[in-house]
């Protein structure tokens, strides 16, 4: 079996790489190679270095051919421009998130019409994709019959795409499955362009004993889950038999993954209980509308049934998740995370 994962040097994609690895199989069949593609390869990549794994470097686009010069079995596409840079930039999140993933979907058409084998396209969409309309407001709890009504460029293009490949799967193009992505925090490294960015940036910052800004109220909700359980649904989602009752995956709409509930201020809160006062005061509260009108259009409720059926399930509380991301990070924690 040949698996491809986009934007595989990317956070997600390197943890999604790490599993299959370990697992050394795909929905039970032993995975012979496993294709990374990213625009940006870092040097001394973990999974690089594994004899199964061969790297292709460039724009998606372009590289299409590259990835389909053998047969591919599966795509795990994580490849995205992220969601304030796409609402900086609407040409490069069009780009990105829509042109790149139907040029995707069709490179896996072409492959099924020469007689290869039906790609399984596995798509990960977001929580960005709902929204509230004024002659429709957002319920208090989503599920996956909720109307999408995105806020955010992001969100329009990711929604776009969950119709695309459901049209690409209805016609037997592709096998389509997609999960909504709930925010992931705590993640490690650098800040990145997401509006949502801030919500592991009050964490990780402090952790390492800098300063970081908090840009909206906090009282304000969100929907979390850690990186363990978003990389746990993206491969449950990904190689879920199809069919109805309990672990099986039934129609073609789209997963919401499981989510953590917190309020901003829960979260400083978890942080000055686990990590001390010095540490929680490094946070400064700076508001910034253009941010949270976009995370805070975004629900903070989401039914799990669907999830829950396929054997997932949200983090227990935050604290689970902080000492999670100390954990697996030491070398970017100052403080002891009690």
């Known amino acids: 079996m040949r698996v491809v994962v986009t934007g595989g040097f990317g956070f997600l994609g390197q943890r999604v790489a790490r599993a299959l690895l370990e697992r050394g199989t795909f929905d039970g069949v032993p995975i012979d190679r496993l294709v990374l593609a990213d625009l940006v390869v870092p040097d001394g990549s973990p999974p690089a270095a594994d004899p199964r794994v061969d790297v292709v470097q460039g724009d998606l686009t372009d590289r299409l051919g590259a990835l389909f010069a053998d047969p591919v079995d599966v795509v795990v596409h994580l490849a995205a421009a992220v969601s304030a840079a796409c609402e900086a930039d609407f040409d490069l999140g069009m780009r990105a998130n829509l042109d790149t993933t139907r040029a995707l979907l069709d490179a896996a058409r072409a492959q099924s019409a020469a007689g290869g084998p039906t790609v399984r396209l596995f798509f990960s969409s977001s929580v960005a ?74 964490v990780r910052e402090p952790l390492a004993g800098l300063p970081a800004v908090c840009p909206v109220a906090p009282d304000l909700r969100v929907a979390l889950a850690s990186p363990r359980r978003t990389v746990e649904g993206i491969l449950r989602v990904a190689q879920a038999e199809r069919g109805v009752g309990p672990g099986l995956l039934n129609g073609t709409l789209p997963v919401n993954l499981p989510a953590l509930t917190v309020t901003v201020a829960e979260m400083l809160g978890t942080l000055r209980a686990l990590a ?18 976009i995370v805070g259009s975004w629900p903070a409720v989401v039914d799990p049934a669907r999830a829950n059926g396929l054997g997932l399930a949200a983090d227990p509380d935050f604290a689970s998740v902080v000492r999670q991301y100390a954990a697996e990070h030491r070398e970017a924690v100052v403080v002891p995370v009690r």
């Open 129 to 202: 994709v709902y929204g509230s309309d004024a002659a429709l407001p957002l319920p208090a709890v989503v599920t996956e019959a909720t109307l999408p009504a995105p806020r955010s460029s992001y969100g329009v293009q990711k929604r776009i795409c969950e119709q695309l490949i459901a049209e690409y799967t209805r016609r037997g193009f592709v096998d389509g499955r997609v999960a909504r992505l709930m925010t992931v925090a705590v993640r490690p490294g650098r800040p990145n362009a997401a509006a949502s960015g801030f919500l592991s940036g009050i």
């Open 276 to 293: 001390g006062d010095a540490v929680a005061d490094l946070v400064t509260l700076a508001p910034d509308p253009a941010v949270e009108a």
